[in-house]
C-alpha cells in the first residue's frame, strides 16, 4: 500500500493521484474519485480507494480556502489555478465520502494494527471541521 504517514498526502497512493490532478484542469478528476468513494457500495472500501478520496477531500478544503497547512506545493499550485473557475462546492460530496471511508475500510484495518489509528481519525476529524467551514482554530 505505501502509506507513511497518517496525513492526507503522507502515502504513495496519494501523491500518485495527486500528479494526476495536476495534470487535470477543472474539478472532473476531483469529483470521479469523490464518487468512486461512495460507489463502492457497502462492501468493504479498498485502501488505495480511501487515501485517494481523502487526498481528494483535502483539495476540496483548500478550494474553499481552509487548506491543511502542509499540503504538497504542487497542489497548493492546482489550488490557485483553479480558483474562479467554478462555482461548484464538492463539500458535500467530499464529506459524503469522508464518512463512507471510516466505515468499513482496509484502511481502519491497517491503521490499527499498527497503532496509528487515532492519529489518523483526528486527522479525519479536522478535515471534516474546515469542510463544514467550522474555525478549528477557535474551540469551543
Excluded: H
Amino acid at each position: 500500500m505505501g502509506v507513511f504517514g497518517t496525513g492526507s498526502f503522507d502515502n504513495d497512493d496519494a501523491l500518485d493521484w495527486a500528479r494526476t490532478l495536476e495534470e487535470s484542469r477543472g474539478l472532473k478528476v476531483l469529483k470521479r474519485t469523490l464518487r468512486e468513494v461512495l460507489d463502492a457500495g457497502d462492501g468493504v472500501l479498498e485502501a488505495q480507494i480511501a487515501l485517494q478520496g481523502m487526498a481528494a477531500a483535502e483539495v476540496v478544503a483548500g478550494l474553499n480556502d481552509s487548506p491543511a497547512d502542509d499540503l504538497p506545493e504542487e497542489i497548493e499550485t492546482w489550488i490557485e489555478e483553479q480558483r474562479g473557475r467554478s462555482e461548484t462546492d464538492l463539500s458535500p460530496l467530499a464529506l459524503e465520502a469522508l464518512e463512507r471511508i471510516q466505515v468499513k475500510c482496509e484502511l481502519i484495518d491497517q491503521l490499527k494494527k499498527c497503532g496509528e489509528y487515532d492519529v489518523w481519525i483526528a486527522v479525519v476529524k479536522d478535515l471534516e471541521q474546515r469542510l463544514n467551514g467550522d474555525d478549528v482554530s477557535d474551540p469551543k
